[in-house]
């Protein structure tokens, strides 16, 4: 049966960092992030604190994953690092050739791509600026400021999130902060896809 999938209009509210209605919110926490840290023996401290911060979250709204539809939203990355990196998404491939864009809103922050032949390239983001993932990138967000690192966000509605490659083998850079700056360095845990 096909389904019929009505206009409609959707609020993204700017102030209180809500997508009205949405279709699936999720919030990120550390204990859910830490096998994708670069340095998990820190998130291991934090949380033996019996601390659990919230690193991001995000307001999506999904039509319906037929193909020619597209799934759009709003992310949230809060400020803060887990030792040395800063807070970051898990980071995921598309299971299709899918493309997917970020348009930053409030705060700076940096969108990681990396492709299968371990090629890296960063782009840092500002309000105003919108970073262009290419079908066949892997991507991750990076919160490199003092506030919120918020931005809208749009791909495939069939694309697929594949977080295997990531979870298992990381991405060749992570981005952490040393003498108070940005620093974007190889990752001392990541598994070329060769090995
Ligand atoms: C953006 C979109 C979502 C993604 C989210 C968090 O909001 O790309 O599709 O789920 O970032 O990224 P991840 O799932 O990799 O943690
Ligand atoms: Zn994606």
Known sequence: ???????????????????????????????????????????????AKGED?????????????????????????????IGKEYYMTKGHFHEKDAAEFYFC???????????KLGEVATIELEPGSLGYVPPGW???TINTGRGKFVFFFAYPSDAGHDYMLVKEKGFAKIVIEEAKTVKIIDNPRYQKLSQ
């Open 53 to 81: 911060p919230v690193i991001y979250e995000y307001y999506e709204y999904t039509p319906t994953e037929k193909p020619g539809n597209i799934n759009f939203g709003l992310t949230i990355i809060y400020p803060g690092k």
């Open 138 to 140: 892997g991507h991750r």
């Open 105 to 115: 809103l409030k705060g700076k922050g940096l969108l990681l791509m990396q492709n």
């Open 1 to 47: 049966m096909s389904e019929t999938i009505e206009p409609r209009k959707i609020v993204i509210d700017l102030k209180k960092l809500i997508v009205e209605p949405y279709t699936r919110k999720k919030e990120v926490k550390l204990s859910e992030l830490k096998d994708y840290c670069a340095y998990p023996e820190d998130a291991e401290k934090i949380l």
